[in-house]
């Protein structure tokens, strides 16, 4: 079974500036999907960007950026100019192509003003 | 669209009695998944349909724990007879097929 680790439980990060979070996975399949999910105090789960394995180019959306090394099988999250509403509960999640949903323990970031 | 609706928000039960939470994909979405969220655990896949038809249900715990899918537009995942090792936050989600999951708000689930 395929399996995703985020070995950084918390973080923190200097408002307006840029922090990276991890994320490495472990799977056989060459097709498949990974993603960060953000869960606020809310905790609804928002997802926040997403890549298919079989682009080369990383995902970027605004702030967000990844880091994919499919070689590598690693995943990271860059949030540039953080903001304090910013901070949550972040999720790397890997999504096989029967659908098959898996998610990392979770890292809690924390923007300091 | 209104999202993933779930019901209840909130459920506070006792031990023993059934406990049946709801779900209303986002209309057009053809998967639906269920997850629990414990701190312990973290976010649990525990099952999933896809065009109505459960295709793995590895992630359920127990027999005491089922799901169906009557139609595209409802869900139910059911807990008979509820422990408190059963509280958890369960979240439902859809999808276009392996498009992004959009999740809904949770049910918070109290089993005294």
């Known amino acids: 079974a395929q399996t995703v680790t985020q070995s950084q439980p918390e973080m923190s990060v200097q408002e307006a500036e840029t922090v990276t979070l991890s994320c490495t996975y472990d799977t056989s399949e060459s097709d498949y999907y990974l993603f960060w999910y953000k869960q606020p105090p809310s905790r609804q789960m928002i997802l926040v960007i997403r890549q298919e394995a079989y682009k080369q180019q990383n995902a970027t959306e605004n702030r967000f950026s990844v880091n994919f090394q499919k070689a590598a099988k690693s995943f990271s999250l860059k949030i540039s100019d953080s903001q304090l509403g910013d901070a949550a509960m972040y999720f790397c999640a890997y999504r096989s192509a029967d659908n098959d949903m898996r998610f990392g323990a979770g890292t809690r970031l924390t923007v300091k003003p | 669209d209104a999202g993933v609706i779930q019901s209840p928000r909130h459920e506070v039960t006792e031990m023993g009695q059934e406990v049946t939470l709801r779900c209303k994909p986002i209309s057009g979405h053809n998967s639906l998944f269920w997850y629990r969220q414990t701190m312990m655990r973290g976010l649990e896949l525990l099952i999933y349909?896809?065009?109505?038809?459960?295709?793995?249900d590895s992630g359920m715990p127990e027999d005491r724990f089922s799901a169906k899918m009557p139609n595209a537009s409802f869900s139910t995942l059911k807990i008979q007879p509820s422990e408190p090792r059963d509280s958890a936050v369960y979240f439902c989600a859809s999808s276009f097929w392996e498009n992004e999951q959009f999740f809904g708000p949770g049910t918070r689930l109290t089993v005294l």
């Open positions: 349909f896809n065009n109505n038809v459960p295709i793995d």
